[in-house]
């Protein structure tokens, strides 16, 4: 089985994918990074054994990147599996059949977004390209202010779940080595030194 | 980067310099950044204990100089932040500053180390004995 791991956005995110990407289990919750992510995969891992760990590396919250992969290379270096880097941008995109912005929680106002075709960039809410319905997760009122700059968001029932979003992405994604995990956040704060 | 001064105010004792500190503390809302600039012992620490106070914490306020960030709870959350031992890029990087401003507002002693827009920088200069000046601008 392969776990996979989102806690870079503002909702978490955990799923339990077959080894043909099927979905086995799923579980999002409706707030940020803190929930029982320990809890919640032992219960729906049921002792299978993992063969894979897959986690989100942003760009997203600052602490919540780092419970989730904290969490999910401890779990893939104890159990000697591979770890496999995941973008939080690409497995929102790939809730979709239709292309979309995919947007994700940056705070004070700004979203994350990535558009087809496009790099990923950072944007307040009348920033965004409006070519395309968005999909992702954000905190209500951020939410809100998306909504009121005049961009669409992308009807929920239309949209592949997060694990089959995510077994998507993991088609392509390439496993690393435990060292090298690089985590996207904003860092406004530029130094002097 | 553009500054314009607001107001220059030199204080005669530590409780003056810390009585501007509850005013600045007490307009503070969740996103405001607040740079402090001067050489040590200078009255930066002082400063930030009226901060807090200002906001409502009766937390104690300590040089945060090696732990780096300290967070006082109030009316507003204060995140107080010393890059006086913060040497390289990386490490401001992996303060994470970016959500604590999300989550309150934020003071940072030796914040002339940084290169930021928008913020209040307030400047202190020993004069002397317990005399300070402080010189508030506004980064445009």
């Known amino acids: ?193 | 980067m553009a500054t314009t001064t607001l107001r220059e105010v030199t204080t005669a004792s530590a409780a003056e310099t810390e009585a501007l500190g509850e005013q600045t503390g007490s307009r503070l809302k969740a996103g405001d950044l607040v740079l402090l600039a001067g050489p040590l012992g200078s009255g930066k620490t002082t400063f930030v204990r009226g901060m807090a106070r200002g906001t409502g914490s009766d937390a104690q306020v300590q040089s945060p100089t090696f732990q780096l960030v300290r967070i006082y709870p109030g009316r507003v959350q204060l995140a107080h932040v010393d890059l006086y031992r913060v040497k390289a890029a990386g490490e401001l990087a992996d303060l994470g500053l970016d959500e604590l401003l999300d989550g309150g507002a934020m003071v940072i002693e030796w914040g002339d180390r940084v290169d930021l827009r928008r913020a209040e920088l307030v400047t202190f200069e020993n004069l002397g004995e317990d005399r300070r000046r402080l010189r508030f601008e506004a980064e445009a």
Do not use: C, N
């Open chain 1, 1 to 193: 089985m392969i776990l996979v791991i989102d806690t870079s956005s503002a909702r978490s995110a955990i799923a339990l994918l077959r080894p043909d990407g099927s979905v086995a289990g799923e579980q999002v919750s409706q707030s940020g990074p803190v929930f029982g992510l320990a809890d919640g995969v032992r219960v729906m891992r049921e002792g299978r054994p993992l063969s894979r760990v897959a986690v989100a590396t942003g760009p997203g919250s600052f602490t919540g990147l780092r419970v989730g992969v904290s969490f999910g290379l401890g779990l893939a270096m104890g159990l000697k599996v591979p770890i496999v880097p995941l973008p939080t941008l690409a497995i929102q995109a790939a809730r979709s059949e239709e292309p979309v912005l995919a947007v994700s929680e940056a705070g004070r106002g700004r979203v994350y977004h990535l558009a087809p075709g496009r790099e990923a960039g950072l944007a307040e809410a009348g920033e965004l390209p409006q070519e395309w319905p968005a999909v992702g997760w954000l905190r209500p009122a951020t939410q809100e202010a998306l909504i009121a700059a005049g961009v669409r968001m992308q009807d929920e029932s239309r949209l592949r779940t997060f694990g089959a979003a995510a077994a998507l992405v993991l088609k392509t994604a390439r496993e690393v080595a435990y060292d090298s995990l690089r985590l996207e956040y904003m860092q406004s704060f530029a130094s002097k030194f």
